[in-house]
């Protein structure tokens, strides 16, 4: 399978989870602002670990609210686990995150952020960027 291929099908799956979820708020499943041609297809379970590219094992996120998960898989991996559990959840329903979810997603949001206000990357500049914490809850 080539890149474009590969980049074409995860296109594909990300307009099909927009017509089974119908975001009707304009955030993504992590609380950033939804920008819907630059979604992208987050594996639940990831492909390393046997994880499909399949709607059933994906999460709907703009590009920054995807770099920073991978940073708190990281960083924190029960946090990361944590909203990817909430991730199964939302997939589950068929619908976008409620109020509820995405208070808990944002709270784990924050915590991490607290835990890890002061760490660095492996250049010394700070690990959680402002873009990172400009979320819209």
Excluded at 50 to 60: K, R, S, T
Aim: charged share 30%; net charge neutral; glycine share 4%.
């Amino acid at each position: 399978m080539n890149v474009f291929f590969c980049g074409e099908f995860m296109k594909e799956i990300t307009k099909e989870m927009l017509k089974i979820y119908k975001p009707y708020s304009d955030l993504d499943w992590m609380n950033y602002k939804l920008v819907k041609k630059d979604l992208t297809f987050h594996h639940i379970k990831k492909r390393e670990n046997g994880g499909e590219q399949i709607i059933e094992n994906g999460a709907l996120l703009m590009p920054i609210a995807h770099q920073y998960l991978h940073i708190i898989e990281y960083k924190d991996f029960d946090t990361y686990v944590s909203i990817n559990k909430m991730f199964e959840i939302v997939n589950k329903q068929l619908s976008e995150p409620t109020k509820e979810q995405r208070e808990i997603i944002e709270y784990l949001l924050s915590k991490f952020e607290e835990n890890h206000s002061d760490d660095k990357n492996s250049k010394g500049k700070t690990l959680i960027k402002w873009q990172y914490k400009h979320r819209g809850l």
